[in-house]
């Protein structure tokens, strides 16, 4: 099968494609100003009628939130069906001043349009919404079926659509998962994530004397309970960065000969990761290299702490309370929950007397890898070779995304295509955000080929 | 000679006194508040007046805060002079609602006249004036000569003192300094305090990456400061609550026989300590008793950590700074000075790989001991004795009051004799503050036993 007709249909009408993601970021959807809510419902009425002009049986759900945009056409009985999602919600613009055009004035220069939203994930949304327009009017039909799920609470840590996907598992019932809401490894060299590390997200409290002591009066009579803190963060890791908790290693999967390979060839510029970090030296577990460290590799980090007097000058306190937030990022096949308790079980073992400690587990994320060998998987990546020209390469990624955990545990999904159009200096979350019109081209490109490859059609 | 024909005019003269007390304690002289200016002055006025009615030469030297009162009465070119310091200002009385009557509105019940300032400082230093104008009234003269120097910016630390005494070292020469602004060990355990601690006072900043990092994306490649400044924290103490930094006990002058003896026979009570700190076990430096190890040993105490997130919830971040304040108790011969470059020696040598530090020298204050062979302690101890009773006990303090320091240090006074009238449970800085009558009764029979055991007549 060749898609050439397509692709001359998507290059012909690519300024008018550019002309109506314009009109939607204009609208400014910015999920956690309630004074834009207003906007972000048009938004997401915006998409839905779009949708409906593509012939998509598209409606808008409210939540207790931002409502949910559900959309789906699918004629074929013995066909795959493959789920989109996306969000049309955007984070607030602020620092404003910092914009050389308005956050909500797109604007087209040097190839790239800029406007809050432009990368994350408007823009990226849309290229599935013209693929599926080019398609339509090019074949008249899709090869697959599709069911486009986008959100509008992402930006704010989508609190409400866990609660959807448990009412509505019968209507997302899909094949694979398609989620367009990041980027290639770098300008040019597209990929595909097929790993996220997991969560297990802790607070430490330790609590001392009844109330903040005089230090003069009552130094030596007490155990300090920034002291014990710090015994405790110290207690956490080893020399060369592991971390120091009996067990943690013990359910994780080592990274094969093929992926030490492959992470050794991609094109990581390490000099400008340490500028950019503004670091002399890169620094982690011993017998890695850095990307591995940084994706594949479990973590431990103290993401704050926090006790007695830290004003300006000099108070002589030794303070009642102190503590911690730590959290380690984890890796197939660690279990947050063990972790946890593991965690748990070293704290206990290594507080100093003279202190209680109160450990809580706040968050959790499981880790995901999803197989390369998978039919999908392999598909998706035939399809960017298609609309980009070039192979993709494999990536992991060392956050984690809750959404995706919600996919693989309410749903039941597996084949979980993380495709990023975007670029890594998009500047999403920052001022001047853009999307670049070659990436827009090639992103509706890309899924075209990705309902094609789906559908078992060789483009 | 006998003293009780004055003690009686003490006795007969208590309700009139009480009275005036009263008067002095109803203005509300709070030196941190700057909308009770205007009493502050009035409070230094209205004691003024008093020493001027009482014969000495008054004068209220205004300061670029609050004024100064000196006052002084010297007749005899051939005996000893005894500068007597107090201080007229008073701490706020916040929380309000939880005072039994009013603050400013001096109330007696149960023996203890209540106010603000009742014993911090306006009860003790009118313990001096009624002791002068007893003295006055019954002899028509004092047996040594007397100045009195009353400050209204104690209990904001004094920011004044200094300059002025340095201005004024002539009109300020004495043999002696009498500061009657704490309290005895317990009710009715009278005290003489010869020993005060140090301290020097840090303050440790440590960066790393450049900016706050998603601990997801980027754990993995860099030191956390959190962690570093863990690792230093944790490197200042050895087992057994020692200080671990090298040389910082070089100069420490150990314990004689005679003093760990006298402090073990001093009645503290482990089980109420306890209980006031909250916690279960007293904690400390092995081989030391409690008392030994708050008043006459070095401790060092973190007093406050700071960096990254602390908030409600999660939040994955990597910090790019973290700091503490960290403050060192100190004893004879420990110089500020030296042990804080000890400490900044330490704290390059353990510092991780992968940060910055930077060490801050905030605060210091020297040592004090005053020997207890010197004539106007012993002279004091006596005076104690004929003025409530019983011997004192000689006690150090565990704190260090900087005014202390300025004495030694702008007018080579050695013989400082802490004579606290009040009692530790006067509730000074705290709702209910109060003064106990017969203290104030036996505070003026001390203070009068005290000027003439000084010009040695025995009583």
Redesign the interface.
Known sequence: MNLNDIFEKIDSNHERYVQELVELLSIPSVSTYSHHKGDVQRAGEWIAAMCQRLGLDARLYPTDGHPVILASHCPHADRPTLLIYGHYDVQPPEPVDEWVTPPFSPTVRDGFVYARGASDDKGQVFTYLKAIEALMAVRGELPINVKLLVEGEEEIGSPHLGAFLGQHKKLLQADAIAISDGAQFAPDVPAITYGL?G?A?MQLDVT????D????????????P??A???I??SL?TDGDRVAIDGFYDQVVDLAQWERKAMAELPLDVDQ?QE??????????DG?S?LE???A?P?L???????????E????????K????V?M?LVPNQDPDRIAELFRAHVAKVCP??VQVKVTH??SAKPVLVSRDLAQVQAAARAIRTGFGKDPVFIR????IPIVNLFKEELGLEAILLLGWGRPDDGAHSPNERFSLEDFRKGIRSAVALFHELAGEQP
């Open positions: 590390r969560l997200y001392g004397p009844r109330v002591l005089h230090s003069g009066s009552f130094g030596g009579l007490v155990m300090n920034i002291q803190l710090s015994t963060l110290c890791k990761l950019y970090l503004g670091v002399e030296d890169l620094y982690g577990e890695y850095p460290r940084k994706t590799r973590t980090d103290i993401n704050g702490v926090w006790g007695g007097f830290a004003g000058g000099a108070k002589t306190v030794i303070p009642s102190a503590g911690a937030k959290s990022r007397a003279g706040l968050h990624e060392g956050g984690s």
